[in-house]
């Protein structure tokens, strides 16, 4: 077995720019354990964390030996194929579900392990520089990924949560942080942060802080947690509407009050007790989310656990978490990939790439796209 010197990989072979530094092994490769090489140098520093899995003119007598190695591999692995039509060739359907996520050629195809570009180097060498750039949190993001599909809801969120806690005290955020540099603390809501309407059986719930595009920041958190709970318990509860007054449903997190906690141990068990996400997941068979405008971060992740999911013409999502150092910290690891798939979540927290409200739909994001 030949040993890259570029790599340190047995069998990789470095392709693409020197900027993005992509490196491709073929199946063979992966299954003779390419990819298995130590993830850490003697340094503790990180040695390739995504490798190129070449797909083309794969043999099928590996396939299931690649898909088993793949299975247990601690690196990134994202499959690439240039060939016609990737659904003309359901040999690969095993190693595609063992992979992180596949790219190939055209457009999307029906299965959710594949995201389709008309551009393929520039599209996995762009995830490439993603996770390098950010290569703990976005392993993070994949193994998160990887131990949660299987779990109950509140016992994944937890899994979600000690990723994050984990990432806050990373170098990644603290990057970050500096970047972003000092910020004041968000002014109180000059009304109420959630409206609360009845009609019969009906419960509209109204994120209202539409001068911050309703980020979801601790004000607003823990006015739509009350808001859920009354929902909760009243069994007379048969529905309820969640939107959001003003140009957006909910900018996300509110960027102002990131890198305050002082304590990640109580931070965790703020997100996962006193988190949103649990209490929609919980009502989701009742829950409606009317979505609109910009959808970012927690603005996507609580609303993908409710049943129905109604998004306005126009709607984009996005998920800027791993840009950020860290990975979605609102249960999105959770509601996203239960939707789409554990393989397009993952592209859309490595790249942070904005999807709109078509592509949202035949992804399975979204349930309805409204006028509007």
């Known amino acids: ?10 069998g990789a072979r470095k392709t693409g720019s020197r900027k993005t530094g992509v490196r491709t092994i073929g199946v063979a490769d992966l299954a003779a354990g390419a990819a298995h090489t130590p993830l850490l140098t003697d340094g503790g520093a990180l040695d390739a964390p995504v490798l190129v899995v070449d797909l083309d003119n794969a043999p099928e007598h590996l396939l299931s030996v690649a898909a088993d190695r793949a299975r247990d591999c601690d690196r990134l692995l994202v499959g690439r194929y240039a060939g016609s ?19 190939a050629t055209g457009s999307d195809p029906r299965e959710r392990t594949v995201v389709g570009t008309d551009d393929l180097d520039a599209t996995v060498g762009a995830f490439v520089t993603a996770v390098t750039t950010n290569p703990y949190a976005a392993l993070t993001a994949g193994q998160v990924l990887r131990a949660a599909g299987t779990l109950p809801v509140p016992a994944a969120i937890d899994v979600e949560s000690l990723g994050y806690s984990t990432l806050q005290g990373g170098p990644e955020f603290h990057r970050w ?3 972003r540099g000092p910020r004041p603390l968000p002014p109180p809501a000059p009304q109420e ?19 911050r595009r309703n980020a979801y920041g601790t004000q607003l958190r823990d006015a739509l947690v009350e808001a859920l709970g009354v929902a909760l318990l009243d069994d007379s509860v048969e529905r309820v509407v969640l939107d959001g007054a003003g140009p957006s449903f909910c900018a996300g997190g509110d960027l ?7 304590d990640t141990a109580v931070a965790h068990l703020i997100r996962t007790r006193g988190g949103a996400g649990r209490l929609v997941a919980r009502l989701r068979d009742r829950v409606e989310a009317r979505v609109h405008g910009h959808c970012v971060g927690a603005g996507i992740e609580i609303p993908a656990f409710a049943g129905r999911v109604v998004a306005a013409t126009g709607t984009v999502f996005r998920l800027p978490e791993v840009a950020m150092g860290l990975i979605p910290g ?8 239960r939707r789409i798939g554990r393989w397009r979540a993952l592209y859309l927290f490595v790249t942070a790439v904005a999807l709109d409200a078509e592509r949202a739909l035949s992804w399975g994001l979204i349930d309805e796209i409204a006028g509007g």
């Open 177 to 179: 942080l500096d970047e």
């Open 330 to 337: 609102a249960g999105g690891t959770v509601s996203v990939p």
């Open 85 to 103: 039509d990737i659904e003309d060739a359901p040999e690969l359907g095993l190693l595609l579900d063992a992979l992180d996520l596949t790219y």
């Open 193 to 211: 942060p959630v409206l609360i309407a009845r009609d019969g059986g009906t419960v509209h719930i109204t994120l209202n802080r539409p001068e």
């Open 1 to 10: 077995m030949n040993v890259d010197a570029a790599s340190g990989a047995p």
């Open 256 to 262: 102002d009050e990131f890198g305050r906690t002082p």
